[in-house]
């Protein structure tokens, strides 16, 4: 079968040393470092072994350099990265506060990651990839939702599959367009891959239960739920549930773990392995990457994750 193939934000993140509200003084800063939840996913379907490429666009600048060098390294595909000659690669400034929540500075919706379209080397890999997957949030960037658009047909034209990461906080409120644009993707999706309350979101519904009923009636085939430091749980069409502790981690940086377990999740299923095997993959992908600063810094190949899971206990 084709690669996987993820469409969407490709970013640095830079990242401040210490913990407080915001960027109004000098901060000690540490990055650039590769990022985008996109970028996160396919950088670990790659270093899985699985085959990968990303549609996207970087600056012709350092930055951009950045991501692309380490998909290249990642074994991701990168002909249908984009080098835009007239805008900068985006980015982003992030800092902990001292609850855990952060405070952004973002560059996207006027960097190279916004601007990129259909072209004839994105047709010919859509042509041949044999999966895709979308994060919920690509839908409000207008460039990456046309792309996305036709390559959702495409690829379940032909007999491939569909991955959807909702990635859409449940207060965000979407315009009425996306809104559609969402629902559709959901309903698309044969693996759905929902953090905490975005499965309700998905659903449009209230409970865990109906959620999980609502989306299998619309046609989703699997969905994956991730929990955080709780772990994760995996709920099949035939009733199957299987719930994942997550590993006991010190954690530093939480940024991209779910993306890391999705791209893990993901590879690990479309290389044969059952629900249960793909889920302690994925659960360690998640919990090694949040033990070190910098979304995609803990990303880990097989062995790197079967030497983790040989090694770390999981939590009762
Ligand atoms: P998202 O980033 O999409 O919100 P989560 O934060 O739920 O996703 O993380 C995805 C998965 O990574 C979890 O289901 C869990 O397996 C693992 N994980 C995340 N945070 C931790 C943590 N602090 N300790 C151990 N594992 C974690």
Known sequence: LGPTVCVGEILVEIVATTVGDGFLEAQPLVGPFASGAPAIFISQCGRLGGKAAMVGAVGDDDFGRVNTDRLKRDGVDISTIAIDPDYPTGSAFVRYRKDGSRDFVYNIATSAAARFGWSQTVGDLIDRSGHLHVMGSALSVPSAREVIDKAVDIVKARGGTLSVDPNIRKELKLDKDTERRFSKLVAAADLLLPSGEELERAAGVESEAEAIRRLFEIGVKEIVLKRGAEGATY????????????????????????????????????????????????SAAGARNVMVLGPMEGAGTRQELDAFIASTERRP
């Not at 994942?244 to 940086?253: H, K, L």
């Not at 059952?274 to 994925?282: H, V």
């Open 235 to 282: 709920f099949g069409r035939d009733g199957d549930r299987i719930d994942a502790p997550a590993f006991v981690v010190q954690e530093v940086d939480p940024t991209g773990a779910g993306d890391c377990f999705g791209g893990a999740y993901l590879t690990c299923r479309r290389l044969g392995m059952s629900p249960q095997q793909a889920l302690t993959y994925a």
